[in-house]
């Protein structure tokens, strides 16, 4: 699947929307991780000063599937490589910045994002999870935790909301406790 390039018209700016995957990682309580980034440019605002906490995400590089862009992300951003892809929502789900972020969040050359969205069963344990750096890579949470999908909107800062509303609603049935798995003999 190619990846287009989708620009934005927001507050008199043309600025491409970054083609993104979004991830949502179920453990096997049905929980779903998040993790809290503080990215430099929210101390100058004072409703991000605390942090943002997200769903795993990242760009999707040209020439890249975005499932493809979703597993890396998911090693990239959070060390886990155990995890089992279950359901995508179909099409993009995109946000605008809202008017104080356009030029600053986004390394300053999106408008916001589109993304495209997967739900996946973390199959290892905790000691995977490494939000530490990673070579020359800054880490993009500093903390993470376990959370109930429909508590992530309300975690969620202003402008990503609506989407995450849509991702809670869509992969709703994956967050139930899953059976345990017998091993084979």
Do not use: H
């Not at 699947?1 to 043309?14: N, Y």
């Not at 179920?26 to 101390?43: D, I, L, M, Q, S």
């Not at 030029?103 to 939000?131: H, P, T, Y």
């Not at 500093?142 to 992969?171: H, K, N, Q």
């Amino acid at each position: 699947m190619a990846v287009s390039v989708a620009f934005s018209e927001t507050w008199g700016l043309r600025l491409p929307m970054r083609p993104c995957a979004g991830i949502a990682l179920f453990n096997a309580e049905g929980r779903v991780w998040v993790g809290r980034r503080r990215p430099r440019w929210a101390r100058r605002f004072p409703d991000y000063a605390d942090g943002i906490w997200q769903l795993p995400q990242g760009g999707i590089n040209k020439g890249e599937r975005p499932q493809d862009a979703a597993f890396r992300e998911l090693k990239e951003e959070t060390g886990v490589t155990n995890a089992e892809f279950l359901a995508e929502i179909p099409g993009w789900l995109s946000f605008e910045l809202p008017r104080e972020l356009v030029g600053v969040a986004l390394k300053g050359r999106f408008s916001g994002q589109r993304l495209r969205w997967f739900a996946m069963r973390f199959g290892g344990n905790e000691a995977e999870i490494d939000i530490e750096r990673k070579g020359s890579m800054k880490p993009e949470f500093d903390a993470w935790r376990w959370a109930d999908l429909d508590e992530v909107p309300g975690l969620a800062v202003s402008f990503r909301r609506p989407i995450y509303e849509i991702v809670a609603s869509r992969f709703a049935p994956f967050a139930r406790k899953t059976a345990p798995q017998l091993a084979a003999e």
